[in-house]
């Protein structure tokens, strides 16, 4: 089965799905007979459009091209075309969005989603910003027209998180909480055991491409608060972004980081809710060094999920954008194709 996919946004994450796409398109669809081809890449100024899909090579090339310049690319390079047309021209059955967050607005992303969904695409998101200000609208679409909405990438996007959560139909969550941003994890690693400060750990997490095209997105706890709304909306729970306390990393200093050692203990950016009372927040935590989240590092992230019935925990990889890629192609092929 062919699957005609375009993918908005070309940054870090878009360029990775499609290099992503690339090596791996031939193991997915000898597993699970899915063809996933890119029919387009958009970003900020253009296109590269190929109705009948783009060879791996030409992904590879394209994914190499200057940032906001994929419409310069020759011979399949677009300029100024808006999505209606981008859509008229290709026809896609899945829509990718993996423009930059934005927390005010949701936009690009939200309009995005929405007018993929108008056209009878089914959309794949690593945007978290749509779904953490308008959750119940975008699944209210998909589902009055039978599409579907997949957003494993959004939230521990390296580590089957949201395909946990959703398997834990019959119990109860008490509460959620943990490590769910990689580059204030990355910084507050660095400031432990290289003792730098915030700023100069911030540079190395941005050079990863782990970082929010706005890092205070992450600094300032905005990306962990939009995941813990997308976890709590799995579990059924009206969470908003602005019913969210949080407290910013950037008041942590290397002083703190000292004293904290000092008392044998580390500094976390901690996001959790309490499912009963409601209660949400991030903020940083002095943790002692034999709880579990001091001891995830670097670009880990870690959810610890209190049920019913047990506990859960689950640590890995957060969102670096081949991890991110993995879980994008992974839910096209969900949607698409799978064995069970
Ligand atoms: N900026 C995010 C992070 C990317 O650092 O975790 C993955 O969601």
């Given amino acids: 089965m062919d699957v005609r996919v375009l993918v908005v ?29 890119i029919v387009g890449v958009v970003d900020s100024r253009g296109a590269a459009l190929k109705p009948e899909g783009f060879s791996g090579a030409e992904l590879l090339k394209v994914s190499e091209v200057p940032r906001s310049s994929v419409c310069f690319s020759e011979p399949y390079g677009v300029c100024g075309l808006s ?32 007018f993929a969904l108008s056209r009878g695409a089914n959309v794949v998101l690593a945007n978290k910003a749509p779904l953490a200000l308008k959750f119940d609208d975008i699944m209210g679409s998909a589902r009055a027209r039978g599409l579907k909405v997949k957003f494993r990438a959004t939230v521990m996007g390296g580590s089957p998180l949201i395909d946990t959560v959703l398997s834990l139909r019959s119990h109860e969550v008490k509460k959620v909480y943990g490590i769910f941003n990689a580059t204030t994890n990355y910084i507050l690693t660095l400031m432990h055991e290289s003792l730098i400060g915030l700023d100069e750990a911030l540079k190395t997490a941005q050079a990863m491409g782990v970082a929010e095209a706005d890092p205070s997105l992450d600094i300032d706890g905005w990306d962990a608060a939009a995941k813990l709304v997308i976890l709590a909306r799995l579990l059924g729970l009206k969470l908003n972004i602005s019913g969210i306390a949080r407290e910013s990393l950037s008041k942590v200093t290397l002083r703190d980081v000292v004293e904290a050692l000092k008392r044998n203990s580390v500094i976390k950016h901690v996001a959790g809710f309490d499912a009963l009372s409601g ?18 590092n670097g670009l880990l992230n870690a959810a610890v999920i209190e049920t019913d019935v047990c506990d859960y925990i689950l640590i890995g990889k957060g969102g670096g954008p081949v991890e991110t890629a993995h879980s994008l192609l992974d839910d096209i092929v969900s949607i698409t194709g799978g064995l069970i």
């Fill in 9 to 37: 946004g070309f940054g870090h994450v878009g360029r990775a799905f499609a290099r992503l796409t690339a090596l791996k398109g031939s193991l997915v669809e000898r597993r699970f007979g899915v063809r996933v081809k």
């Fill in 83 to 114: 999505l209606k047309s981008l859509y008229d021209s290709v026809q896609p059955d899945v829509h990718v969005e993996v423009t930059p967050s934005n927390y005010v607005s949701g936009e690009p992303g939200l309009s995005n989603v929405m």
């Fill in 279 to 296: 209660e949400a927040w991030v903020k940083p935590e002095t943790l002692s060094s034999d709880s579990v989240l001091s001891k995830v």
